[in-house]
């Protein structure tokens, strides 16, 4: 293990930290036990299982961790740990409405070119749709246009024009198969109801910026503007003048509408904000540049790791089972950002984890990701025992045998969260649990009083910026 456990997993079959010399080698490692039972027949997977502490992590079962794989949707554990240790926990987008330099104002008819300048939100939405799709974590398009009528506009002439340059060009994820285009909306950085043509999901918009155009159009006329004029696409002059402005809520809430049902959208648009507010341009290529140097520097990637998308649709991606586990070790010990990714994790019953881990004493004890594509099962998350151990693990298993992939990861995972991995020859024995907050759920992984942590300029003080 890179990090906390000061070096790399070797070799390809299950290991056991001192299983040989423990005293109760007899008694056989369920944990382990289960793993072996499922590569010995399918053995292109990786995996890792480890348990979190104050002083380091131990060692549960392991099968070719440091092997990179296809991780499916768990690329979205990678994605959200890269944003909020680019942009931080806090992060908000900002929308800007801005009237061109030659826009005149008379009485209540705003005459000339008004700016819809995209940031970039992934969640910037009508309430209709956001209260279907969203929830509350969503930015209200609406407010730039009460924001307006407050200030006495009845009506606009003149072009709407929206700036989407933020963001590049390119629609979809890098390396996606042709029909990979059913599974995310278009991608641009001024999107409105991540670029459907309504309030609902039965459509894309055919030009996602003309899209946004017509969304502002409506809640302008909702909220008593009436608007006259056509569309254009262009950036913003540097002589603008805002209007108003509408911020998204903290990154770490976006990541709520993420992760708990896999939003593809939400993952390609967060890797092309990193490269836009930590890199030089918002492009997929370049918000993987930043991710993987970001990272890096913590020892969490592998040098063989390979960041394609943010979302986990390509093949092309390669991802280790220590690379994830690492991330829930860094969030672990780096709480100010880590809590922001695993509290955005589906619980058991819940999200994409919906028909698993639904029993009433595991349900809230287990928080993941789930990752699926052709020939790929994959989860990554944690697990807090009843005695408050708490656990993380990876599974990244290209098979095809999808149902017997998920049945060993539940079995693994049931194991840990009931608290029948507590105590297991040859690991060390867990410290007595300190008394849990109440304001800590069993799913965050907050360490407790006394616990070694780090914690950086990056997540606390502001965005990073990799050169």
């Known amino acids: 293990m890179r990090g906390a456990l000061g070096g790399r997993h070797l070799g390809a079959c299950v290991v056991v930290a001192g299983l040989a010399a423990s005293p109760a080698a007899a008694a056989p490692n369920t944990v382990a036990g289960a793993l072996a039972t499922w590569t010995k027949k399918h053995p292109d997977t990786g995996a890792l299982v ?13 099968h070719r961790p440091d092997l990179p794989h296809m991780p499916a949707s768990t690329m979205k554990v990678v994605t959200s740990a890269g944003a909020l240790l680019a942009m931080g926990p806090n992060f908000r987008f900002q929308t800007t409405l801005l009237e061109g330099p030659g826009t005149v104002r008379k009485g209540s008819t705003l005459t000339g070119p008004v700016y819809l300048k995209g940031s970039g939100d ?47 060009g390119r629609r979809t994820g890098l390396q996606w198969r042709s029909y990979y285009w059913q599974y995310s909306p278009p991608l641009s950085g001024a ?20 899209g946004a155009a017509s969304h502002l159009a409506r809640v302008f006329r909702a909220n008593g503007i009436r608007n006259t004029g056509p569309v254009r696409v262009a950036r913003t002059p540097t002589r603008a003048r805002v209007l108003a402005t509408v911020q998204s809520p903290p990154l770490s809430m976006i990541l709520r509408a993420m992760n708990p049902d896999s939003d593809n959208f939400i993952a390609e648009t967060l890797r092309k904000d990193v490269g836009a507010y930590a890199g030089g341009q918002g492009t997929t290529a370049e918000g993987n540049r930043v991710t993987t140097i970001l990272l ?40 100010a950002w880590g809590d922001g ?9 819940t999200g994409t984890l919906v028909r698993r881990f639904r029993e009433p004493g595991i349900r809230a004890r287990v928080r993941a990701k789930t990752g699926y594509i052709n ?3 994959s989860l990554a998350g944690v697990a807090t025992s009843p005695s408050g151990e708490r656990y993380a ?23 840990l969260a009931s608290g029948r991995a507590d105590f297991l020859p040859g690991v060390p024995r867990p410290a ?13 992984l907050t360490p407790p009083a006394g616990a070694t942590t780090t914690r950086t300029n990056a997540t606390e003080h502001g965005r990073a910026r990799v050169p």
């Not at 480890?50 to 392991?62: E, K, N, Y």
């Not at 246009?145 to 590049?168: E, K, Q, S």
């Not at 300190?434 to 304001?439: A, D, E, F, G």
């Open 50 to 62: 480890v348990r979190l502490g104050p002083t380091g992590s131990h060692t549960l079962a392991s």
């Open 393 to 415: 693990f990876a599974f990244v298993m290209n098979d095809a045998d999808i149902g017997g992939a998920k049945a060993t990861q539940d079995r693994i995972v049931k194991l």
């Open 375 to 377: 020939g790929v099962s």
């Open 122 to 168: 992934p969640v910037l939405a009508t309430r209709t749709y956001a209260r279907t799709y969203l929830g509350r974590y969503h930015t209200d398009l609406g407010a730039l246009a009460r924001a307006l009528r407050a200030r006495g506009v009845t009506r606009h002439t003149g072009p709407t024009v929206v700036d989407p340059t933020v963001l590049d």
């Open 191 to 210: 999107a409105v109801n991540q670029n459907y043509a309504g309030d609902n999901r039965a459509r894309y918009a055919r030009n996602p910026d003309r």
């Open 341 to 349: 990714l695993v509290l955005s994790l589906p619980t058991g019953g």
């Open 432 to 444: 007595p649990a300190p008394r849990m907050s109440t304001t800590t759920s069993p799913g965050s």
């Open 296 to 335: 890096r520097d913590r020892g969490i990637m592998g040098p063989s790791d390979v960041l394609v998308d943010g979302s986990g649709l390509s093949r092309a991606n390669k991802v280790s089972a220590t690379t994830l586990v690492s991330i829930f070790e860094a969030a672990y010990r780096e709480p």
